[in-house]
């Protein structure tokens, strides 16, 4: 006899059998939102597969018997995209066309108050999208490195401004440039940050990263150590070799001041990176998530074409800028100090005056600290130094010695800001008060005669 085994099928309502098959119809339908909402999150997908080698874009048309000229309709919208959004997204760009008119004034008449003035303002919407294409880059990056290429290439106006005035041997340019660089970011710019953010968030006190400000303050109080015993060994004629033992100091200074920069990034990128990411990662818990909706509007290999274009633009109007600067202060009347510390800094530093005001108002003050306070940091104790090594290697005697005026203008501004940041809070009032200082900064160097401008030519 042959035996069945007749082996039952329990019903597909049994409980087990239910229960499983309703957990498999839910992982298929969570893999297909995933899968769905993948496809859809995934950003400007037609830019990165073409930027990419070898993408699936180029795969997908090789097989399909697509045409060569469907990528280059796809090249042609990249690069219409992106001029559209860099050169035509920002107002203050329609003063673009000046850049031009400055050379051309240079070129038919020769008049060196229009050509100053026309530079000028040619130069302020490179150095603002200069920042945009920066803050674009740091998409990519991360915040800390970001950080750190927004302070660098928002200083790039200076340092190039700097380099062609120490070929053209105008030392006391160099040094008043940078010193109302530095005036103007930490007065006027962080003023207006504060002054910006306490208005927006009037109901509240703004709060900030108090050690990461400590740190900065510290490396500024250096900066003004550097700058103030050439000034005393000058005045005080207590030096060994005079007019050798001033110069020989401000270039091992300039050394010594580079090589701590350089532990200092190595402490805010490596050692104590913590100090830092903390700060953005405690933003974006409070903040509820605000940094969502914000992405690249260019790709990363975009943003570093912008950035040379734009550095090699700005170049090229710096050295007309400079080669105008007395020709400017003679047909204006006015002093080449106060063009010099005034006047060029506000056109250098517009890219960290629009950023830092933009994240003090989205209660991102920490960044608009960084932006301002790292950006005279980085000027102090990088960008100062670097000229003094680069006039060194230039044979141009220039030195730390800005004079006993000037320095202590710089010695008042870090001890103010400095006392403003002891409490790590923010609001109006004290962005007010900046303002005001900076606009007694500014009296006081209008009204301010500098004997030794005509001594420091160096032909």
């Given at each position: 006899?042959?035996s069945?085994v007749?082996v039952?099928q329990?019903p597909?309502n ?8 309703s ?8 893999n297909g ?5 993948f496809?859809d ?8 597969t ?13 097989h399909s018997?697509?045409?060569?000229a469907?990528?280059r309709e796809?090249?042609?919208g990249i690069i ?10 920002n107002r ?8 031009p ?7 038919l008449?020769?008049?060196h108050g229009?050509?100053f003035?026309?530079?000028l303002?040619g130069?302020m919407?490179?150095?603002e999208?200069?920042?945009y ?13 970001g ?8 200083n790039a106006t200076?340092l190039i401004i700097?380099?062609y005035a120490l070929?053209?041997?105008?030392l ?5 440039s940078?010193l109302?660089?530095i ?12 002054l ?6 009037n109901?509240k ?10 740190v900065n ?8 150590m550097?700058l103030?015993f050439?000034?005393?060994?000058h005045?005080?004629?207590t030096?060994v ?8 100091l401000?270039?091992?200074s ?5 090589v701590?920069y350089?532990a200092?990034l190595?402490?805010q990128?490596?050692s ?10 405690e933003e ?6 605000s940094?969502d ?7 990363k ?11 090699a633009?700005?170049s090229i109007?710096?050295?007309y ?14 002093p080449?100090t106060?063009i010099?510390v005034?006047?060029?800094p ?9 950023s830092?005001i933009?994240f003090?108002?989205?209660d991102?003050?920490?960044i608009?600290?960084g932006?301002?306070?790292?950006s005279?940091t980085q000027?102090?104790?990088?960008v ?6 680069m ?6 005697p ?7 005026f000037e320095t202590?203008?710089?010695f008042?501004?870090?001890?103010v800001v400095?006392?403003m ?12 008060m ?5 606009l007694i900064v500014a009296?006081?160097f209008?009204v301010h005669?500098?004997s030794?401008?005509e001594d420091?030519?160096?032909?």
């Amino acid at each position: 006899m042959e035996s069945r085994v007749q082996v039952k099928q329990p019903p597909l309502n049994a409980p087990g059998i239910s229960d499983d098959l309703s957990e498999t119809r839910k992982m298929n339908s969570l893999n297909g939102r995933l899968t769905d909402k993948f496809e859809d999150e995934v950003p400007f997908s037609p830019e990165i597969t073409y930027h990419q080698p070898g993408s699936t874009l180029a795969a997908r048309g090789s097989h399909s018997g697509e045409s060569p000229a469907v990528h280059r309709e796809t090249l042609g919208g990249i690069i219409y995209r992106s001029i559209r959004l860099v050169v035509f997204s920002n107002r203050l760009n329609l003063l673009m066309p000046f850049g031009p008119l400055a050379i051309l004034v240079q070129k038919l008449t020769g008049h060196h108050g229009w050509v100053f003035s026309l530079s000028l303002l040619g130069i302020m919407p490179l150095a603002e999208r200069l920042g945009y294409a920066t803050e674009q880059l740091a998409f990519y990056t991360g915040d800390t490195v970001g950080g750190l290429l927004n302070a660098t290439f928002g200083n790039a106006t200076e340092l190039i401004i700097s380099l062609y005035a120490l070929k053209s041997g105008l030392l006391r340019v160099v040094q008043l440039s940078l010193l109302g660089s530095i005036l103007s970011n930490m007065l006027l710019v962080l003023g207006c940050a504060f002054l910006s953010g306490g208005i927006v968030f009037n109901k509240k006190e703004q709060v900030f990263n108090k050690a990461a400000a400590t740190v900065n303050s510290g490396l500024l109080l250096m900066a003004v150590m550097g700058l103030l015993f050439p000034a005393v060994l000058h005045y005080t004629r207590t030096e060994v070799h005079f007019g050798k033992s001033e110069l020989a100091l401000s270039r091992f200074s300039s050394c010594v001041m580079l090589v701590a920069y350089a532990a200092y990034l190595f402490f805010q990128l490596k050692s104590q990176s913590r100090l830092y990411i903390a700060v953005n990662e405690e933003e974006g818990e409070a903040g509820d998530n605000s940094n969502d909706d914000e992405s690249p509007e260019i790709s990363k290999w975009e943003s570093i074409i912008w950035l040379s274009v734009m550095t090699a633009w700005i170049s090229i109007l710096s050295e007309y800028l400079v080669g105008a600067i007395e020709g400017a202060s003679n047909a204006w009347n006015i002093p080449v100090t106060f063009i010099s510390v005034i006047l060029l800094p506000l056109v250098g530093n517009a890219a960290e005056h629009a950023s830092a005001i933009m994240f003090a108002m989205k209660d991102k003050l920490d960044i608009s600290l960084g932006v301002a306070i790292g950006s005279s940091t980085q000027i102090s104790m990088f960008v100062i130094p670097f000229c003094v090594v680069m006039g060194w290697i230039m044979r141009q005697p220039l030195d730390l010695n800005f004079q006993l005026f000037e320095t202590a203008a710089l010695f008042l501004t870090v001890i103010v800001v400095a006392f403003m940041l002891q409490e790590g809070t923010a609001n109006y009032f004290k962005g007010l008060m900046l303002v005001l200082c900076y606009l007694i900064v500014a009296a006081s160097f209008y009204v301010h005669v500098d004997s030794n401008s005509e001594d420091q030519h160096v032909t």
